[in-house]
């Protein structure tokens, strides 16, 4: 077994200040209205350090580092967001 760590954003609570892409370039960019877009894989061991100085610095709170442990976390699919409303054969 192996361990990975993500880093969930908390897309209701985030106000786009831009901090994370800043501190953490290699895991987010920013959309055009300035909001985290991140990367769907998890973080790399040698970019840890990135991840916890961006979680910390995150002036709405709306960051969390987040341990996984699985046997293969590379393949493992991003959480996806549930609380949005789907009806059948939409696609959001």
């Known amino acids: 077994m192996s361990r990975g760590h993500r880093v969930i ?4 609570a985030c106000t786009g200040h831009g901090l ?3 501190l953490f370039p290699e895991h987010f960019a920013l959309d055009e209205w300035g ?3 991140q990367s769907p894989e ?13 979680v910390a610095a995150c002036p709405a709170l709306a960051l969390r580092l987040e ?3 699985s046997r293969d976390t590379a393949e493992r699919p991003a959480p996806q967001d549930t609380n949005q ?4 054969g939409i696609r959001i």
């Open 9 to 12: 954003v908390d897309r209701i």
């Open 35 to 37: 909001y985290p877009v």
């Open 67 to 69: 341990t996984v442990r």
């Open 85 to 88: 409303p789907t009806s059948p």
């Open 42 to 54: 998890p973080v790399r061991r040698d970019h840890l350090t990135h991840a916890r100085r961006a």
């Open 20 to 22: 994370c892409a800043e």
